[in-house]
């Protein structure tokens, strides 16, 4: 039975207005607040446990490192995913100008196959993966629609971070539930499609694949 690890923040770097550094000369505070993301951080070169997500690198069973707990005897793969930004904020005049990075990633040694499964139930866990990319992109939407104050920048991003997150545990929740944990392809192939949707930028909902038990 297929199974991901729930979900928690791993990093979460809040903001800093020079205005509020008071190493630095004093400035009237900003009227106008611009935010701006860059690309994804995905580096050259892949560090030892972690695979930052990019869609040319999908997950391979060589990634799972990690050893599987005792009791979990029904589980066939654990995948651990999650994602976190970083960000800067500079002043200029009267504009803070606020610059974020998401990152994506997949910590190897935390996640675990037992036996050897097939391509099918890899693909179920590469979807757990695709699925924190999604949330991250919903996070990224959120921050970017919303009107706010320079002075609330810090904590109101904090906040979409940790309302992204928790709507990242419950969908991924919804989709353990509505595929039976990879046993249901029918409902796996309405998922698949919505991934491949959401990837490409659609905004599509979520696959009507009957009842579940994560609201």
Same mark, same amino acid.
Do not use: C
């Given at each position: 039975?297929?199974?991901?690890?729930?979900?928690? /923040?791993?990093?979460?770097?809040?903001?800093?207005?020079?205005?509020?550094?008071?190493?630095?000369?004093? =400035?009237?505070?900003? =009227?106008?607040?611009?935010?701006?993301?860059?690309?994804? *951080?995905?580096?050259?070169?892949?560090?030892?446990?972690?695979?930052?997500?990019?869609?040319?690198?999908?997950?391979?069973?060589?990634?799972?490192?990690?050893?599987? /707990?005792?009791?979990?005897?029904?589980?066939?793969?654990?995948?651990?995913?999650? %994602?976190? !930004?970083?960000?800067?904020?500079?002043?200029?005049?009267?504009?803070?100008?606020?610059?974020?990075?998401?990152?994506?990633? %997949?910590?190897?040694?935390?996640?675990?196959?037992?036996?050897?499964?097939?391509? *099918?139930?890899?693909?179920?866990?590469?979807?757990?993966?695709?699925?924190?990319?999604?949330?991250?992109?919903?996070? =990224?939407?959120?921050?970017?629609?919303?009107?706010?104050?320079?002075?609330?920048?810090?904590? *109101?991003?904090?906040?979409?971070?940790?309302?992204? %997150?928790?709507?990242?545990?419950?969908?991924?929740?919804?989709?353990?539930?509505?595929?039976?944990?990879?046993?249901?392809?029918?409902?796996?192939?309405?998922?698949? +499609? !919505?991934?491949?949707?959401?990837? !490409?930028? +659609?905004?599509?909902?979520?696959?009507?694949?009957?009842?579940?038990?994560?609201?």
């Amino acid at each position: 039975m297929l199974r991901m690890l729930l979900l928690i /923040p791993l990093l979460l770097t809040g903001l800093r207005s020079p205005a509020q550094d008071s190493s630095r000369t004093e =400035k009237p505070p900003p =009227k106008v607040l611009i935010i701006r993301f860059d690309p994804d *951080y995905a580096p050259a070169v892949q560090p030892e446990d972690t695979i930052y997500y990019t869609p040319s690198r999908p997950l391979q069973w060589s990634d799972f490192t990690g050893k599987r /707990p005792p009791g979990h005897t029904d589980n066939i793969a654990v995948t651990y995913s999650s %994602f976190a !930004y970083t960000g800067s904020a500079r002043q200029k005049q009267d504009t803070l100008w606020v610059t974020l990075t998401l990152q994506v990633f %997949f910590v190897k040694s935390a996640s675990w196959v037992s036996g050897s499964p097939g391509t *099918y139930a890899l693909q179920h866990e590469q979807m757990h993966f695709d699925l924190t990319h999604i949330a991250a992109d919903d996070f =990224k939407r959120r921050v970017l629609r919303t009107d706010m104050e320079p002075e609330d920048a810090d904590s *109101y991003i904090q906040y979409q971070y940790l309302e992204a %997150f928790r709507d990242m545990n419950h969908l991924q929740e919804r989709y353990e539930a509505a595929t039976g944990h990879g046993r249901n392809p029918a409902a796996a192939a309405q998922w698949k +499609k !919505y991934i491949r949707d959401r990837l !490409y930028g +659609k905004l599509v909902p979520l696959p009507d694949t009957g009842p579940s038990s994560v609201k």
